[in-house]
């Protein structure tokens, strides 16, 4: 697609539910990378993945959070039982992989944990 | 000490002002250099990249003092629509991990 396609925009779930959030990154984008995002506060590195070698994982807060990418195409982000400090956006990017490492952003998914 | 630090703001700045922003970075070998800005309840986007012999994009100018470890960013005439807040993000160099850390941002504020 023209950019990074992420769903859903809006998420409200009950604490202890599980939630999945999804990205889709750009065509060609052999990277990609989730961070979050808390209201007022930076971004916070969670997982990257880089074609077919094992993610970087070193960012999960948790083993409530695990992510998923097939090939080089979409991720699927986790969260098991999930927490109010979990309310945040969740921002996924893309970006070929080169020495300028250029990242494009989808719009987000703001989840909100009742 | 943080990999990438900003002064967070506010910066309260009139039209027409200019206004320059500084970002510190711990990690020495560090390769790649941008500025990003991000509005209000979007995404962040590519502003522009800091290159080691500086670098101006109309308003904007980027400069990086690897001595020093710090890059900046120079906007003059500020417009309203500049009001946002300005990311400053580091790359490590290539080979080993290519996950960029971002600062927390600094905000700016531009008024009539």
């Known amino acids: 697609g023209a950019g990074v396609s992420q769903s859903p925009s809006n998420k409200v779930t009950e604490k202890g539910k599980d939630v999945e959030l999804r990205c889709d990154p750009i065509s060609g984008h052999t990277a990609l990378y989730w961070y979050r995002q808390r209201l007022g506060q930076g971004l916070e590195f969670l997982i990257y993945?880089?074609?077919?070698?094992?993610?970087?994982k070193s960012g999960l807060p948790s083993d409530r959070f695990s992510a998923e990418r097939t090939g080089e195409s979409v991720s699927t982000l986790t969260i098991q039982r999930t927490q109010q400090e979990d309310s945040a956006v969740y921002l996924c990017?893309?970006?070929?992989?080169?020495?300028?490492?250029?990242?494009?952003f989808g719009a987000g998914s703001r989840l909100t944990v009742l | 000490r943080k990999e990438v630090e900003q002064d967070p703001g506010p910066f309260n700045v009139p039209e027409g002002a200019t206004v320059a922003f500084n970002c510190t970075y711990s990690n020495s070998a560090s390769q790649s250099f941008f500025w990003y800005r991000q509005d209000c309840r979007k995404e962040p986007k590519l502003l522009m990249s800091?290159?080691?012999s500086g670098n101006e994009d109309g308003r904007f100018t980027a400069q990086l003092n690897r001595a020093s470890q710090y890059i900046s960013l120079l906007i003059r005439d500020s417009k309203l629509s500049d009001s946002a807040t300005y990311l400053c993000v580091v790359s490590p160099s290539t080979g080993g991990s290519y996950i960029p850390t971002f600062g927390r941002g600094t905000s700016l504020i531009v008024h009539p």
């Open positions: 990017a893309s970006s070929f992989l080169t020495g300028a490492n250029v990242l494009t």
């Open positions: 993945f880089q074609g077919n070698s094992a993610p970087d």
């Open positions: 800091v290159y080691s």
